[in-house]
């Protein structure tokens, strides 16, 4: 078991970790993991850093969580937004979950919201962009086809670089309730039809000046 | 691994005069309950060649909602009993063999990276033609069970890189 494979680094407690990177090498576009994975060590941010005119700034961490209640009804929507800091962002992943995939009390039901992947994934489409690009120009997708499902992440083939001070915002449409099913014919809602919560994460770089070490600092 | 790692070297060398940003592009199929018929959509690229590096999908019927049945399952059932083409307007990719979704383009818990992927010539259709199989359900006591057959959505999104000439950062900019 190589240290890498993921915390803790037993094998009875691999299966365990939803965090390791083990698990998650299979949604990468880097790292040396066999199987399905580009190959390639550096990764589109690694190369993006490196051209010249990078070399002028300071990359630092960066993460923006958009959040977006969304209703039961089919037709629902909701377009939620995030506000960039001043410094340009540099995208690089997108992870995302929701609440809607689990079994809340006081659903009635059999209680065991034991998914293998996402429902709601799959009875949701979505749009996303900044001020300027809307990504997925007039078509939407479903969500769990845009950005994989929500058992990791999706890296970008090529890093989405945004201005700063301006907002990312994502806009999610209900198609149905999916938890319902035919008990002796009739159709049964296995969780109750319930506004869910969305998160989406953008993860990247901030791009600040040379010799600046955090977002607002003036020199 | 040493293969794809040339692989990659070779796709960024044989692109490197180009500005690469960042493409998604989705084909949404309504896709009947009825067996045999296809249904055929496509998506339009933008002006600037599209380099294709990885394909992801799911569909509505892999919901309780359309199969109907309470219990979870670890692989999409409906991409079982589907089967799929896909091409440009230059190149039809399976030839005249269709395949199942879920054989062509992995299952739909993660997605299928291309390798050195896949060039496209801008301004022309990306197409997705699907048939259904059959109407997966389940049977208890011999009696067919399960949701009835019914329209599903099914959403292909072909990720990857649009390649425009140096100093243009945005598609559709003059300069």
């Known amino acids: ?219 | 691994m040493a293969d794809m790692e040339q692989a990659n070297r070779d796709v960024a060398n044989a692109f490197r005069l180009y500005n690469q940003i960042p493409a998604m592009y989705v084909v949404t199929i309504p896709l009947g309950g009825d067996l045999g018929t296809p249904a055929t959509r496509n998506t339009q690229l933008r002006p600037e060649p599209f380099l294709c590096k990885r394909v992801s999908w799911a569909t509505t019927g892999d919901t309780l909602r359309f199969y109907g049945l309470p219990m979870t399952m670890n692989a999409s059932i409906h991409g079982g009993v589907v089967e799929c083409r896909f091409g440009d307007s230059f190149t039809t990719f399976l030839g005249q063999n269709a395949g199942l979704v879920r054989a062509v383009f992995g299952d739909s818990n993660g997605f299928l990276e291309l390798g050195k992927g896949i060039l496209l010539q801008g301004s022309q259709p990306v197409e997705v033609s699907l048939t259904r199989l059959a109407w997966p359900g389940f049977s208890a006591n011999d009696e067919a069970d399960g949701a009835p057959p019914a329209e599903t959505r099914w959403d292909f999104v072909f990720h990857g890189v649009g390649l425009l000439p140096q100093g243009v950062e945005a598609s559709g900019a003059a300069g």
């Open chain 1, 1 to 219: 078991m190589r240290p890498e494979d993921g915390y803790p680094a037993t094998p009875a407690q691999r299966h365990l970790v939803p965090a390791g990177i083990g698990r998650q090498a299979r949604h990468a576009t880097r790292g040396p993991w066999p199987g399905r994975n580009l190959g390639d060590t550096r990764t589109a941010l690694d190369k993006f850093l490196d051209q010249p005119e990078m070399q002028d700034f300071t990359a630092v961490v960066a993460k923006y969580v958009i959040s977006a209640v969304l209703g039961p009804n089919p037709g629902d929507n909701i377009e939620a937004i995030t506000q960039l800091r001043p410094e340009p962002f540099v995208l690089e992943t997108i992870t995302w979950a929701t609440d809607g995939d689990l079994n809340l009390p006081p659903d009635t039901g059999a209680g065991f919201p034991f998914w293998s992947w996402s429902q709601q994934g799959r009875a949701i489409d979505i749009k996303w962009g900044d001020s300027f690009t809307t990504f997925l120009g007039r078509n939407p997708s479903l969500l769990s086809a845009l950005f994989g499902d929500s058992n990791g992440f999706l890296d970008l083939p090529a890093v989405a670089l945004f201005q700063g001070s301006q907002n990312l915002s994502v806009e999610l449409r209900r198609l149905f309730w999916p938890f319902q099913f035919l008990a002796d014919g009739e159709p049964t809602f296995f969780n109750n039809p319930r506004n869910i919560r969305v998160d989406i994460v953008f993860h990247g770089v901030g791009l600040l000046p040379k010799g600046v070490n955090q977002s607002g600092s003036v020199g």
